[in-house]
């Protein structure tokens, strides 16, 4: 599991670690708490190239069905199988096992400019 201080955060409650121009995503464990049980996770093939702010996909609880976006733009590169295959990994280790996707970033140092540190993403968590 990364530090999460490493990580970068989006208002919707998704998470970035950035490797190179690499970017790991997931759900934040605030968010996998507040769907409840994961059911279904869809995921982009690889090779799909997707901008900021584009549905990369869809997680489905026993509570809702919430869309899951691309918190910066590039090709997706990887999609995590396991939780395709094994949803409830997501609430089990969201920062872990639980990654959704992996993209190469277009521009990687532009991409993690507009997303948040733990810190504001602490403080978006308090309002």
């Known amino acids: 599991?990364?530090?999460?201080?490493?990580l970068h955060y989006t208002s919707e409650h998704e998470w970035v670690l950035a490797d190179g121009d690499v970017?790991?995503?997931?759900?934040?464990?605030?968010?996998?708490?507040?769907l409840g049980d994961?059911?279904?996770v869809e995921l982009p093939r690889?090779?799909?190239?997707v901008a900021a702010g584009d549905v990369l996909g869809e997680i489905e609880s026993t509570k809702s069905v919430?869309?899951?976006f691309a918190p910066v733009a590039g090709?997706?590169?990887?999609?995590?199988?396991?939780?395709?295959?094994s949803p409830e990994?997501?609430?089990l280790d969201p920062f872990g096992e639980g990654w959704l996707v992996r993209v190469r970033m277009t521009?990687?140092?532009a991409a993690l400019d507009g997303l948040l540190d733990l810190d504001a993403y602490t403080a978006l968590l308090e309002h």
């Open 107 to 109: 521009d990687p140092a």
């Open 66 to 68: 919430g869309e899951l």
């Open 23 to 34: 970017a790991t995503i997931g759900i934040t464990a605030y968010a996998a708490d507040r």
């Open 46 to 49: 690889t090779g799909v190239t």
């Open 89 to 91: 990994t997501v609430n």
């Open 75 to 85: 090709e997706v590169v990887e999609r995590n199988e396991a939780v395709v295959g």
């Open 38 to 40: 994961i059911v279904y």
């Open 1 to 6: 599991m990364p530090d999460q201080s490493d």
